[in-house]
């Protein structure tokens, strides 16, 4: 049963445009959310999280929205550069306990010029 | 500072063989996780430790064995390889102290079972 999912699985926008990647859960008792960014050949790198208390967190071009009731997130990314062109996971975890992560199957986004 | 170190990055195995995958890391994390990645997949949990001497299975440990003598290794065994075992592994570590639990994680160890 897939408790983390996202629903697309690539998406491609013009560069200086905003991305809006998204992630829906079934899980209520998540108490973060989590955004990885993977290039290929490379292990993924932690981008930007939010609480489950908060409904946005912004850091510089990348902003994650959080709607508990519909049970999804979201990722902005304004504006769009070629080097953000990589696969985005999201993921969730409890605060309790070994805190593992559940992951979606991930977005691959490509930025054209 | 290396952070987290995987070896091999590549490994072509029989089926039936068997084989460890390293990993190490230098940041004195107590959490340590085994992730697989299969293609168009997210990333499954394997097993996890939450400090030397302790492990637990997560959502996909048929298959595999894991060890955690010390707080910066924590080795994960396959035993007689499957097709079905060929994936990408990550190792990842973190140190959580409230908030998120930020992973940091290897560049993944490709494995092929043929």
């Known amino acids: 049963d897939q408790q983390v999912k996202q629903n697309s699985p690539s998406l491609s926008v013009q560069e200086g445009r905003i991305s809006i990647l998204n992630c829906d859960y079934t899980?209520?008792?998540?108490?973060?959310f989590l955004w990885y960014k993977k290039y290929p050949a490379e292990g993924p790198t932690f981008l930007i999280s939010?609480?489950?208390?908060?409904d946005k967190n912004e850091d510089g071009r990348f902003t994650v929205f959080l709607n508990k009731s519909a049970k999804h997130l979201s990722l902005h990314i304004v504006p769009s550069q070629p080097g953000d062109s990589a696969v985005y996971f999201c993921?969730?975890?409890?605060?309790?306990?070994?805190?593992?992560?559940?992951f979606g199957q991930g977005t691959r986004l490509t930025i054209n010029p | 500072n290396a952070g987290v170190t995987q070896t091999p990055k590549f490994r072509i195995l029989k089926i039936g063989q068997s084989m460890t995958l390293q990993c190490t890391q230098d940041?004195?994390?107590?959490?340590m996780y085994w992730y697989r990645q299969d293609p168009g997949m997210g990333l499954k949990l394997i097993y996890y430790?939450?400090?030397?001497?302790?492990?637990d299975k997560g959502e996909v440990p048929n298959g595999y064995n894991v060890s955690r003598s010390t707080t910066e290794d924590f080795p994960l065994r396959l035993e007689l390889a499957a097709p079905s075992q060929t994936s990408v592994y990550f190792c990842?570590?973190?140190?959580?102290?409230?908030?998120?639990?930020?992973?940091?994680f290897g560049a993944g160890s490709r494995l092929t079972v043929l």
């Open positions: 990842a570590s973190s140190l959580p102290r409230g908030g998120a639990n930020v992973l940091t």
């Open positions: 899980n209520s008792m998540f108490d973060y």
């Open positions: 939010i609480s489950s208390i908060k």
């Open positions: 993921a969730a975890s409890y605060l309790q306990g070994a805190q593992k992560l559940v």
């Open positions: 940041m004195n994390h107590n959490y």
């Open positions: 430790s939450v400090g030397a001497g302790i492990t």
